[in-house]
């Protein structure tokens, strides 16, 4: 009986001890960022805003299935005054001999959206006065990190279930220039990687 009675006093306590909080005013700006003509947004997975108001969107589209199916994926930019800028397109040279995907088959060497190397799949932006951008995709399973204006300044990473390989990451956080955490979505995991810049070597030689 003592058990039942605790346990009733547990349930109607409950929402006692919810903690109040106020709502919150908020406006939403109409057309904050302006597409070009017969231009639209697919999926948007990602946005990051730089120190200068400059907002970098991830976008799927044309998708029709699941979302690792997208036939676009594009990684773009819009000004302080959301106008488009441009599409940020990221091409680095792979060994497809050595190259394996994250799960799946190999994918085609004209593959286009999400699974095309260099297509974003997260996006994220470092603070302080010299920020970069990272990006990663799922095939050849790379992190990227390229200036704001899309200069691509190293790679890291291939796709794997050991420590430095990476099964598709969904999220990414950068604290600093040097300091990233990925979030893996077939891992099951968070990888903190700690870059050594000083150390690079050729993409082309991995």
Same mark, same amino acid.
């Given at each position: 009986?003592?058990?039942v009675i605790?346990g009733?006093?547990?349930?109607?306590?409950a %929402?006692?001890?919810?903690q109040?909080? %106020?709502?919150?005013p908020?406006?939403?700006?109409p057309?904050a960022?302006?597409l070009?003509a017969?231009?639209?947004?697919?999926?948007v997975?990602?946005?990051?805003?730089?120190?200068?108001?400059h907002t970098?969107?991830?976008s799927r589209?044309?998708?029709?299935?699941p =979302?690792?199916g +997208?036939? !676009?994926?594009? *990684?773009?930019?819009f000004?302080?005054?959301?106008?488009? *800028?441009?599409?940020?397109?990221?091409?680095v040279?792979?060994d497809?001999?050595?190259?394996?995907p =994250?799960?799946?088959?190999?994918? !085609?060497e004209d593959v286009?959206?999400?699974?095309?190397?260099?297509a974003?799949w997260?996006?994220?932006?470092? %603070?302080?006065p010299?920020?970069? *951008?990272?990006s990663a995709? +799922?095939? %050849?399973?790379?992190?990227?990190?390229?200036?704001?204006?899309?200069?691509?300044l190293?790679?890291?990473?291939?796709?794997?279930?050991?420590?430095k390989?990476?099964?598709?990451?969904?999220?990414m956080s950068?604290?600093?220039?040097?300091e990233?955490?990925?979030?893996e979505?077939?891992n099951?995991r968070v990888?903190?990687?700690? *870059?050594h810049?000083?150390?690079q070597t050729?993409?082309a030689?991995?």
């Amino acid at each position: 009986m003592r058990h039942v009675i605790i346990g009733l006093f547990l349930l109607i306590g409950a %929402p006692l001890f919810a903690q109040e909080a %106020p709502v919150i005013p908020f406006d939403s700006v109409p057309n904050a960022l302006k597409l070009p003509a017969n231009m639209y947004f697919g999926e948007v997975a990602g946005v990051a805003v730089n120190s200068k108001k400059h907002t970098f969107v991830f976008s799927r589209g044309n998708t029709t299935g699941p =979302a690792f199916g +997208a036939a !676009a994926a594009q *990684l773009l930019e819009f000004g302080p005054d959301g106008k488009f *800028l441009r599409e940020i397109v990221i091409k680095v040279p792979f060994d497809r001999n050595t190259a394996r995907p =994250a799960i799946g088959n190999m994918p !085609a060497e004209d593959v286009k959206g999400t699974q095309s190397p260099g297509a974003p799949w997260a996006i994220c932006i470092t %603070p302080g006065p010299r920020q970069v *951008l990272y990006s990663a995709d +799922a095939f %050849p399973g790379r992190v990227y990190k390229l200036t704001l204006d899309g200069k691509v300044l190293g790679v890291l990473g291939e796709s794997g279930k050991q420590f430095k390989q990476f099964g598709w990451v969904h999220e990414m956080s950068c604290p600093s220039e040097n300091e990233i955490y990925v979030a893996e979505v077939l891992n099951w995991r968070v990888q903190k990687l700690i *870059l050594h810049p000083g150390q690079q070597t050729s993409a082309a030689n991995r």
